[in-house]
Each structure stands twice: as structure tokens, then as C-alpha cells.
């Protein structure tokens, strides 16, 4: 089993930047794909940003490229989002996300994954 909390989240400026943390509890943290989702109010909860377990392969979406940055440090049990360039529509709540390793792709769908955070919120202002 893994236990995910998320934090970093907060108030930032159009064009500024958030590093989010997410720290894992388990012995097998290492074995799990990593995602962060992002939920804005009235809308549909999406991918964002994925690792496999190996750290060897990350998938992002399209309206993140080049501006948000995935990695993981396996030994400390740690998933860490680089957000930069934020903009108005990044506002939502972000969630850390584990599913089991199978695989070499990141999987983007939230039903490959069996475990997540609570959430920590991500405000951008204009």
C-alpha cells in the first residue's frame, strides 16, 4: 500500500513558478508509475504529468510541454512537479497519483492508477 501527500501548492503570479512535493510512504514506492492529475472547478479531473517507475520514461500533455518538469527520487520516496511559465488556466487542484508499474509507457488514464493524495491546491492570478 501507498500513502501520497502532496504539497507546494499556493498563490502565484501569471508567469511564475511552483515546485509541488509529493511524498510517498511504502517499501515498494520504487515499483510504482507516478502521475500528477489537476482538477479545475467544473471540470473533469485530467492527466498532467507522468514517470515510470524507473524514472527512464515521462509523458506530459500537450498544454504543459515545455513549461512543467516530472522527476522522482526513488530513495527518498519522492515525486517532484517543476511548474514554470504558470498561467490562469494551471489554476486547479493538483493530485499526486501511484499505479503499479507494469510497463515500460506512462499511463495516462486515472483508472491505472490505485492510489492518490489528498490534493494541494495551485492558484494562478492574472
Known amino acids: 500500500q501507498v500513502q501520497l501527500v502532496e504539497s507546494g501548492g499556493g498563490l502565484v503570479q501569471a508567469g511564475g513558478s511552483l515546485r509541488l512535493s509529493c511524498a510517498a510512504s511504502?517499501?515498494?514506492?520504487?515499483?510504482?508509475?507516478m502521475a500528477w492529475f489537476r482538477q479545475a472547478p467544473g471540470k473533469e479531473r485530467e492527466f498532467v504529468v507522468g514517470i515510470t517507475w524507473s524514472g527512464g520514461s515521462t509523458s506530459y500533455a500537450d498544454s504543459v510541454k515545455g513549461r512543467f518538469t516530472i522527476s522522482r527520487d526513488n530513495a527518498d520516496n519522492m515525486v517532484y512537479l517543476q511548474m514554470n511559465s504558470l498561467k490562469v488556466e494551471d489554476t486547479a487542484v493538483y493530485y499526486c497519483?501511484?499505479?503499479w508499474g507494469v510497463g515500460t509507457a506512462v499511463p495516462v488514464h486515472a483508472s491505472r492508477f490505485d492510489y492518490w493524495g489528498q490534493g494541494t491546491q495551485v492558484t494562478v492570478s492574472s
Open positions: 497519483a501511484a499505479g
Open positions: 511504502g517499501r515498494t514506492f520504487s515499483r510504482y508509475h
